[in-house]
């Protein structure tokens, strides 16, 4: 349970800290190359968008609703994310419920974490450094600083896609992945409905669903 407030509270800061606070401004001492540059830069924009969207009142419900959907989208490679997070259980699928499955993950993302954004404040997000994992990944480490309590480890896997574009592909909270959590999480549905997809299928439907609208 703490690890999955952990998780909710790590989503949710890049999303409430002021601009002026967001990040470490880049320099030599937080990235070496233009790749690693970028990949902060990733972070930086992700954050500040954000901010420029869930704090404008002029802004309706439903329009920041549109535009949190879209910073998801733009930002974290999601058809990836949702072919780790099935595993071994995307082969069995078919197409159909493959299509279905990407969808859903999406909304769930979606719904799950920004019902919840509101429910915190005050926490800022630094930016440590950048370090290259291999050809395609690297890996920015950051922090969450808290009004009240230790700060939180916060790490970003950002991987080139085949367009060459830059995108998030996990976020590691205290050493603990989230894409790695919701993988085993839906490994455990589809156990519990006989190996079937389509009892995870119908869980994530009901999860969209019941969200408020």
């Known amino acids: 349970m703490l690890v999955k407030k952990l998780m909710i509270l790590a989503v949710a800061a890049p999303f ?5 606070l967001l990040v470490t401004p880049v320099s030599s001492a937080y990235a070496e190359t233009a790749r690693e ?14 901010v420029n969207l869930l704090s404008n009142a002029d802004v309706s419900a439903d329009d920041k609703r549109v ?7 733009t930002n974290f490679n999601m058809p990836l994310i949702g072919r780790f997070v ?4 995307w082969k069995k699928a078919s197409k159909e419920q493959q299509a ?9 993302i979606i719904v799950t974490y920004q019902k919840r954004i509101g429910d915190y404040a005050g926490e800022n997000l630094k930016i440590v450094k950048a370090t290259p994992l ?3 990944e690297v890996l920015v480490n ?3 600083l808290r009004p009240k309590g230790p700060p939180i480890k916060l790490d ?17 909270v205290e050493n603990v992945s989230m894409a790695l959590t919701h993988r085993e999480e839906f490994s455990s549905v589809v156990s519990r409905n006989g190996g079937e997809v389509e009892g995870l299928l119908e869980k994530l439907r009901s999860h969209v669903s019941d969200a408020p609208k």
């Open 142 to 144: 950051s922090q969450i």
């Open 16 to 20: 409430l800290v002021t601009a002026p």
């Open 134 to 136: 291999n050809k395609k």
């Open 67 to 73: 535009g949190f959907t879209k910073l998801i989208k």
């Open 156 to 172: 970003w896997r950002v991987r080139n896609t085949k367009k060459g574009e830059q995108k998030i592909i996990d976020m590691i």
């Open 37 to 50: 540059t970028s990949a902060i830069g990733l972070v930086e924009k992700l954050g500040t968008e954000a």
């Open 86 to 89: 099935l595993g071994k259980h």
């Open 100 to 108: 279905e499955f990407q969808s859903l993950f999406q909304q769930y």
